[in-house]
Nanobody
Framework: VQLQASGGGLAQAGGSLRLSCAAS????????MGWFRQAPGKEREFVAA????????VYADSVKGRFTISRDNAENTVYLQMNSLEPEDTAVYYC????????????????????WGQGTQVTVSS
């Protein structure tokens, strides 16, 4: 599975960005997808995940109510709509593919993801 993330950039606090992650190499509807991020000097952390059909989503508490994950299986793409951005959201954002773990309680765990994209930088200025 190849993953290509895009859409990062510079935003002001309170602004919005939308990240995209295009997948190839496997039937997209058979893959659960997640977004993680890593800020400078910090460990990578879970942001959001979505089930194969899109019917189930999971969010980190820090982004709940501000970020929305969605997917378009016809376009083989997963999205992360980020609203009300805060400087603390500054990080490199990674999309990841989970081929085998279908229960949503597993989605925040890094080890369930088999493939990772290259990352896209998001910088939020105050």
């Amino acid at each position: 599975v190849q993953l290509q993330a895009s859409g990062g950039g510079l935003a002001q606090a309170g602004g919005s960005l939308r990240l995209s992650c295009a997948a190839s190499g496997r039937t997209f509807s058979s893959i659960s997808m997640g977004w993680f991020r890593q800020a400078p000097g910090k460990e990578r952390e879970f942001v959001a995940a979505i089930s194969r059909s899109g019917g189930s989503t999971v969010y980190a508490d820090s982004v709940k109510g501000r970020f929305t994950i969605s997917r378009d299986n016809a376009e083989n793409t997963v999205y992360l709509q980020m609203n009300s951005l805060e400087p603390e959201d500054t990080a490199v954002y990674y999309c990841a593919a989970n081929l085998y773990y279908s229960d949503s309680y597993n989605y925040p765990k890094e080890y369930v993801y088999d493939y990772w994209g290259q990352g896209t930088q998001v910088t939020v200025s105050s």
